[in-house]
């Protein structure tokens, strides 16, 4: 286990910004946590998290909704 101290540490192994590590923590069950002061995270719990994910994805193995919520899309309007 490598332990990933703060979110540029977490940015850099998972090569992805900032905002996008959030909306991963909030929407997808993203192992991160926020303790006083910054985010903590591992390397080996990140990338079960990436094996977890690809494998919902195929339909491999099935994973709680909140993991792998279905995409918001947006209607477009006729043109006329």
Do not use: Q
Not at 31 to 49: F, R
């Amino acid at each position: 286990m490598s332990k990933l101290s703060g979110m540029k540490e977490i940015c850099r192994y998972c090569n992805r910004s900032e905002s996008t590590i959030l909306i991963w923590i909030r929407d997808y069950d993203f192992p991160a946590a926020k303790l006083p002061g910054s985010y903590e995270s591992d390397t080996e719990l990140i990338d079960e998290w990436r094996v977890n994910l690809i494998r919902h994805r195929e339909g491999i193995d099935m994973m709680p909704d909140k993991v792998m919520p279905k995409a918001k899309r947006k209607k477009r309007k006729k043109k006329v």
